[in-house]
């Protein structure tokens, strides 16, 4: 029931999601007698969904904490509690964020090891795309906050962007390995000491992100939130500037018309709909955040990437990494 | 001496900023030997030109602390010391931006009441511009700190964007009085404290820098180097995409002539070197920085900043407002 066009791109995501993932088999929460009619204009959801009815949503301007008190019988609350219960595989939502994580973290708890969740998601860059973490879950990171996303994002990436050894970097003010605060440099010590694990390539700076210099971008939810709405907000103000230009004079109309395969290529390759579904990383269950403004092409990525993760025993896989970190560490004395 | 382009660009922009401040007279730092024929080029410049023979000049990658202690004689320190002594009103580098930074806040020192310098520049918006500060001479801020650049920042934007009262915002990540650390709460309580002063129109977030939400955006160094950059290296992808894109097949190509128009609008409307010339905000005397790669017509624009700044008795007006602020808060009793 989350998001602005739910629950009709919700639905109409599902059914598009069949197509690269026949195997899905869905449940929706929420409002029955909104869900029931929306599933039978869409023929190959029959047979693979079940309705689990409630009256109850969690709005999207609602803080976390009287979501997490209020929020019992919610459809968000109810559909994270399937998952923890084994009742489902993975979560999709494109609810409100903050009580989305809440709810998550305390019903599917963390990867043993792992203190905080954090909010991984693709960025499209010159090259391809990138992993960037935190988004916005941890407002203040720790050393071990940073490193810990280092080696969630590293495992993301490795299945997101098929890589064999991503490369790494921290987020920082410059990319001389004296720049930064002590947590970043601190973090980047460790990441150099397990090669093994983390192909480290160094400290990045904000345009090091879209330029694709390395595949994760680690950084603290703060600064990495501001990053990511700073490329959100550059993009948009970009093209509304090029839509109002082309309508300036007969010329430029006519430009628009034969740019419209550059303009659509553009739009393609940094759409955001492509890479959406964030995931909340870390956590004991697969959990997607699906943009709030998605619609159901977009909502049917943000179900493929559920698919993706719970096939490929995601969680089991940084779990693997941070035992071998953790020996790594503990049997160099120069870091314990 | 510093910068890409130097010194070609800066005594070629120093010919180009007289047609526009025609009572400038300038003092070039450096090597004669390059410096002298370029002068003869420009006639414009004979007569208003002295040259300061030194053959030391601090290199991009000096250390700052290094360039403290080694570089007395360099063409930046003497150019800084000028202002310092009163034989200058100010100064313009386009070199090692840390280097600049350590040697103006040596020798110049802070306007009293500042505690620290920072940098702030225009960013091009949606609607015109907005000064944003800071953009990384602070990487750790207290919220004093943030209340100073509030404060700084508001005269500058009233200078530059000439405003009567700038809307005033601290960037975080989400606009409710409730999000983000102590830091950004308590420095957003003082501002809300004195309107009289500050226009204070809340938090506000990473799109909304491009999208002219306010004419001030407030931030610590670490993110305001990160913001910015961010921007920077998704306006370089999407342009060079465009680019790549409008040479495949004819018919982009006959686009990207007819689009010549709306690309031209779109470079100027966004270009960086029409905003180039950041402020060292907060120092006892106007210090400009120049983009490193800045040529002879976005050097100008620096030298115009600083002419505007020392036209306008800056530093006096900031002065008056520390003061004002600091009367209004210490005759508050609920915050002292």
Do not use: W
């Amino acid at each position: 029931m989350g998001g602005d066009h739910a629950p009709q791109s919700v639905v109409e995501g599902a059914s598009h999601s069949l197509d690269r993932y026949p195997l899905i088999r869905f449940q929706f929460y929420g409002d029955q007698a909104k869900l029931n009619p929306l599933i039978e204009k869409y023929p190959n959801l029959s047979g693979c969904s079940e309705v689990i009815h409630t009256d109850v949503a969690i709005s999207s301007d609602e803080k976390p904490s009287v979501a997490l008190r209020q929020g019992k019988n919610s459809s968000m609350r109810l559909a994270v509690e399937a998952v923890q219960q084994g009742r489902a595989h993975g979560v999709i939502s494109a609810g409100n964020t903050g009580a989305y994580m809440a709810i998550s973290k305390i019903l599917l708890k963390t990867i043993p090891g792992i203190e905080r969740p954090a909010i991984a998601t693709l960025i499209p860059t010159e090259k391809s795309a990138c992993v960037m973490l935190d988004l916005g879950a941890n407002i203040q990171c720790d050393v071990d906050h940073l490193v810990q996303f280092a080696i969630m994002g590293n495992i993301y990436a490795k299945e997101r962007l098929d890589l064999k050894s991503p490369k790494v970097g921290i987020l920082n003010v410059g990319s001389e390995e004296l720049k930064g605060n002590a947590i970043v440099q601190q973090a980047a010590q460790v990441l150099r000491k397990i090669p093994g694990v983390i192909n480290f390539h160094g400290f990045v700076e904000g345009d090091d992100i879209m330029e694709g210099t390395v595949d994760v971008v680690v950084t603290d939810g703060f600064t990495g939130n501001v990053a990511l709405k700073t490329m959100e907000g550059v993009a948009k103000v970009i093209s509304n500037f090029l839509k109002q230009s082309y309508r300036r004079g007969v010329i430029s109309r006519l430009g628009a018309i034969l740019s419209l395969g550059a303009l659509r290529r553009l739009r393609q390759r940094f759409d955001p709909r492509v890479h959406n579904g964030a995931i909340f990383i870390g956590l004991g269950g697969i959990a997607i955040k699906s943009h709030g403004g998605a619609d159901a092409v977009a909502f049917a990525n943000a179900i493929g990437v559920a698919a993706q993760m719970i096939s490929h025993e995601f969680n089991q896989q940084i779990e693997c990494d941070l035992k071998e970190v953790e020996n790594l560490l503990t049997d160099d004395p120069a870091i314990s």
